[in-house]
């Protein structure tokens, strides 16, 4: 299994972005996705996940009411709609794939929100 993310760039605070993540090397679609995110010194933070089976939704406190992610099983895509960003969103973003008990990361891709 393979992730791609991307997406990342600079932005202005009060801006938007949106992430992709696409996955290979999967056949099924019984497999949940989410987002993490990590500045360095700290832990991998949540941010967002969809499941396979019904496409609800979890977020993180620190992005939600201004965050949507949304997949497409036939395109083995997620999204992750950031908008209203701020300077404390900024890190580097990984996709993740769980299925049958094992995790996938991708490599991650880079926000920056200037204030």
């Known amino acids: 299994v393979q992730l791609q993310a991307s997406g990342g760039g600079l932005v202005q605070a009060g801006g938007s972005l949106r992430l992709s993540c696409a996955a290979s090397?999967?056949?099924?679609?019984?497999?949940?996705m989410g987002w993490f995110r990590q500045v360095p010194g700290k832990e991998r933070e949540f941010v967002a996940n969809v499941r396979w089976n019904d496409g609800s939704t979890g977020y993180g406190d620190s992005v939600k009411g201004r965050s949507t992610i949304a997949r497409d099983n036939a395109k083995k895509t997620m999204w992750l709609q950031m908008n209203s960003l701020k300077p404390e969103d900024t890190a580097v973003y990984y996709c993740?794939?769980?299925?049958?008990?094992?995790?996938?990361w991708g490599q991650g891709t880079l926000v920056t929100v200037s204030s």
């Open positions: 993740k794939l769980s299925n049958r008990g094992r995790d996938y």
């Open positions: 090397g999967i056949s099924l679609n019984n497999y949940n």
